[in-house]
């Protein structure tokens, strides 16, 4: 089946980077761009940006614009999602997502389907 | 404004029908989807716009919209439909992706 699974907790200090992995399986890889979001504890789901699997091509939201880097290896089948100079507001759990897109006659149909299973990211003095 | 609101809580008795709204310009030019996360777990697509249900998600679970207004009706509420569910709205090149900031469902 499909799925997403990415790699495990981290904590880390203030101004520190983190990378996180999301490895797919269950479908061809190249085939669906994967979003990063992510939700602080108690809150909403962020979009944080994609990246195309098939040619490398990224676009982050403004929000993260210059502190966010999403990059792929296609061998291994995995995305990375890397933010940089961590603050205490960035602790949340970052998800991976496979977009699906579904064109019927002139419009397309995108959904997330399926997320990965989260990766909790403290940040912490 | 690229905002999604939907109320905090909702609740509804068991076996009967309830239904959860989204509301936000962002709806007059983009579809939505939803999405139901239990406590603990990672985010789960239910239904998109049209009426596409993944197969796993029982037909109870139906979408409607109107102008800047998308809702997911529950048709028979069940306990496992207690989670928080959350709308997104997004253009089709993925440039601009907005969530709304999900509403609670009890089942009482």
């Known amino acids: 089946q499909v799925q997403l699974v990415q790699s495990g907790a981290e904590v880390k200090r203030p101004g520190a980077s983190v990378k996180v992995s999301c490895r797919a399986s269950g479908y061809s890889f190249s085939n669906n761009f994967l979003f990063w979001v992510r939700q602080a504890p108690g809150q909403s789901l962020e979009w944080m940006g994609w990246i195309n699997t098939a040619n490398g091509n990224t676009k982050y939201s403004q929000k993260f614009q210059g502190r966010v880097t999403i990059s792929r290896d296609t061998p291994a089948r995995t995305v990375y999602m890397e933010l940089s100079s961590l603050r205490s507001e960035d602790t949340a759990l970052y998800y991976c997502?496979?977009?699906?897109?579904?064109?019927?006659?002139?419009?397309?149909?995108?959904?997330?389907?399926?997320w990965g299973q989260g990766t909790l990211v403290t940040v912490s003095s | 404004s690229s905002e999604l609101t939907q109320d905090p809580t909702v609740s509804v008795a068991l076996g009967q029908r309830v239904t959860i709204t989204c509301r936000g310009d962002?709806?007059?030019?983009?579809?939505a989807s939803w999405y139901q996360q239990k406590p603990g777990q990672a985010p789960v697509f239910v239904i998109f716009?049209?009426?596409i249900r993944p197969s796993g998600i029982p037909g109870r679970f139906s979408v409607s919209s109107s102008g800047n207004t998308a809702s997911l009706t529950i048709s028979g509420a069940q306990a496992e439909d207690e989670a928080d569910y959350y709308c997104?709205?997004?253009?089709?090149?993925?440039?601009?992706?907005?969530f709304g900031g999900g509403t609670k469902l009890t089942v009482l």
């Open positions: 997104c709205s997004r253009d089709s090149s993925g440039n601009r992706v907005v």
């Open positions: 962002i709806l007059r030019s983009y579809y």
């Open positions: 716009d049209k009426n």
């Open positions: 997502a496979r977009d699906v897109r579904r064109q019927v006659l002139l419009e397309t149909y995108n959904w997330f389907d399926p």
